[in-house]
Antibody, heavy 121, light 107 residues
């Protein structure tokens, strides 16, 4: 059974950093692209960042480019999102999502339960 | 970035009804649209890909269609477990973008 479990969320002050983790089980992330999608309170979904299976394709939403960094450790079957220079508007539930393929297609077939990041002074 | 505009933002319906949700893209995206279902406090669930292909395990009462840059998600014979928020998403080009969601509520 495919499972994605996010961790690392919490309360943080503006300007500080946080590192989110996504532990995958039931499949090997070696074979798939992996992404982070967020949802601010009461708002719609926003794709944040993604990486193809070998990290040849990596992309970010304009709202986080230069501040967030996605990485993956295929040996640990885990994906990470480093959030730097956090802003109040980054407050959201952050979901880890699996691609349907190894590449860069933007089809997300499995999602974790999410981890809440709250940026507040 | 491609803008995805969903309508309506919410609707009320009864069990057994037929419901249609529309999504428009700000530019041509061919058939590169996905639909997701999300229940309160839960992760999104992948329903439909490539405009009209049902993900494995999704009931056949769900269907997707496309006409130009207008895409529709239809739920026939609405069931109690279908009351949720539905979101479209374009997978034509990164950054992948979502519609704002349509909440389907019980009348």
């Amino acid at each position: 059974e495919v499972q994605l479990v996010e961790s690392g969320g919490g309360w943080v002050q503006p300007g500080r950093s946080l590192r989110l983790s996504c532990a995958a089980s039931g499949f090997s992330i070696d074979d798939y692209g992996m992404h982070w999608v967020r949802q601010a309170p009461g708002k719609g979904l926003e794709w944040v960042a993604g990486s193809s299976w070998n990290s040849d394709d990596i992309g970010y939403a304009g709202s986080v480019k230069g501040r967030f960094n996605i990485s993956r450790d295929n040996a640990k079957n885990s994906v990470y999102l480093e959030l730097n220079s956090l802003r109040v508007e980054d407050t959201a539930i952050y979901y880890c999502a699996k691609e349907t393929s190894s590449g860069w297609k933007g089809d997300f077939d499995y999602w974790g339960q999410g981890t809440l990041v709250t940026v507040t002074s | 970035d491609i803008q995805m505009t969903q309508s309506p933002s919410s609707l009320s319906a009864s069990v057994g009804d037929r419901v249609t949700i529309t999504c428009r893209a700000s530019q041509s995206i061919s058939r590169y649209i996905n639909w997701y279902q999300q229940k309160p406090g839960k992760a999104p669930k992948f329903l439909i890909y490539a405009a009209s292909s049902l993900q494995s395990g999704v009931p056949s009462r769900f269907s997707g269609n496309v006409s130009g840059t207008e895409f529709t998600l239809t739920i026939n014979n609405l069931q109690p477990e279908d009351f949720a928020t539905y979101s479209c998403q374009q997978s034509y080009i990164s950054p992948w973008t979502f519609g704002q969601g349509t909440k389907v509520e019980i009348k």
